[in-house]
């Protein structure tokens, strides 16, 4: 079916097995002389999920749509989002994949510019971005990884200054505060034999840098292309292969989240994926296994970690307020046709996007489909009558 190979595609996306086995080669290569790890003064906070035990999603008494905004898109720009953050009226969302670029929407869905093109000048992407921060100042600060530069734009979408990370030659970065980066930087050439460095902090100068976690023989703490998320003052990052979070707070650790899948979480279960012995052809048995960690969000209000257990996407949401716990499969009940997720305060802000729609109306003469429209809000089921058009996104509150 259409919509089984759409999730199929979006789950290969998070998971690129061949980028893990290199950094792992990698990692064998390393000295057998270890440096500590720098994590600072930290909490240490154990989480038990049984992904076997999956709660029903949140119902209507649980949360409310507070508004839904149609994104107005320029002609011929077809996205697939990557990233989104909303901040001081402004809706940020990176298309890595397909468009290339940061479009950036006024709170009412109305188009405004986009953050740069691919070309050779300085204030261009030479590959395409692949993350982006919005600071206190309302400047956007975009990566390009195959530029090796951090490209600074004003809130009018002009660029501002380039800041070159070639002495570093991060994966992935995440902007702690207005002044400083985190850094989770790529294995070194196999035949080197110092102790690397796998995640720093540096100034944007990239002349003061203080190293927090290095390369190890182990899959626990290693470099990772995953995204760094922020939300409000928090900066949460998973290392690859990793069932934990380190999460940031203003220019330091806070705390590093272990979650407990009742033993079942791949690496536990199946070191041997985790070494070099394991090459990037062989076939990967996961059923049961929680296979890794997508992505992790934490608000004052709401904490929410996106994982996949047997193969699907799950979602663990807690709500703070009265510690109340969802672990499914959709966040809502109904049909759930959101392909991103954002945690602002207590609102979840959902992403929906035309392709996704067109999936799940192919499949509307079904009973299933049928009865899981009957459960959904309204303004779902505007979404696939063509009363609301998409994309769009929609702002829920969580009581």
């Known amino acids: 079916m259409k ?21 792992i080669i990698f990692c064998e290569a390393c000295s057998s002389s270890v440096e500590e790890d ?47 953050i909303i901040k001081d009226n402004r809706i940020y969302i990176l298309d890595s994949e397909i468009a290339r670029t940061v479009f950036v929407f006024d709170t009412t869905g109305r188009y405004l510019y986009k953050l740069g093109e691919r070309g050779r000048a300085l204030s261009e992407y030479i590959g395409r971005p692949v993350d982006f921060f919005v600071d206190k100042h309302n400047d956007v600060h975009v990566f390009d990884r195959d ?3 951090i490209i600074v734009f004003k809130k009018d979408g002009n660029p501002t ?8 030659f991060p ?31 540096s100034d944007i100068t990239g002349e003061n840098t203080k190293n927090i976690l290095y390369l190890r023989n182990t899959y626990t703490y290693i470099p ?5 998320f922020k939300n409000g003052d928090r900066l949460s990052h998973i290392p690859i292969m990793s069932d934990s979070v380190l999460v940031f707070k203003n220019d330091s650790i806070e705390k590093v989240i272990h979650f407990d899948f009742k033993g079942k979480f791949l690496t536990k279960v199946k070191p041997e994926l985790a070494t070099a012995n394991v090459t990037s052809g062989q076939k990967w048995d996961v059923k049961g296994l929680v296979w890794g960690l997508i992505k992790y969000q934490e608000t004052d209000s709401l904490s929410m970690l996106e994982y996949t257990y047997d193969r699907s996407f799950m979602f663990w949401l807690k709500n703070k307020k009265n510690g109340q716990i969802i672990n499914a499969r959709s966040i809502i009940d109904g049909i759930c046709p959101f392909t991103y997720y954002y945690l602002r305060g207590n609102q979840i802000v959902a992403f929906i996007d035309e392709e996704f729609v067109k999936a799940i109306r192919a499949n509307a003469g079904s009973e299933i489909t049928k009865k899981q429209l009957s459960e959904s809000c309204p303004q779902i089921n505007d979404i696939f009558e ?10 829920i509150s969580i009581r």
């Open 171 to 201: 994966y992935t970065f995440g902007l702690i505060d207005h002044n400083n980066y985190a850094y989770c930087v790529q294995c070194p050439n196999p035949d080197k034999k110092n102790n690397t460095p796998a995640l720093l902090i």
């Open 3 to 23: 919509l089984n190979q759409i999730l199929l595609n979006k789950l290969a996306r998070h998971f690129t097995i061949c980028s893990v086995f290199l950094l």
């Open 147 to 149: 530029g090796q530069k």
């Open 161 to 168: 200054r380039v800041i070159g990370t070639s002495s570093s």
């Open 38 to 84: 720098a994590l600072d003064s930290h909490e240490d906070v154990f989480i038990k999920i049984d992904p076997e035990r999956q709660t029903n999603p949140l119902n209507n008494s649980q949360y409310s749509i507070d508004s839904v905004r149609s994104l107005s898109m320029p002609a011929n720009k077809i996205f697939q989002i990557s990233k989104l």
């Open 224 to 228: 990772s292309e995953r995204m760094f």
């Open 386 to 395: 063509g009363k609301i058009p998409t994309p769009a996104i929609f702002y």
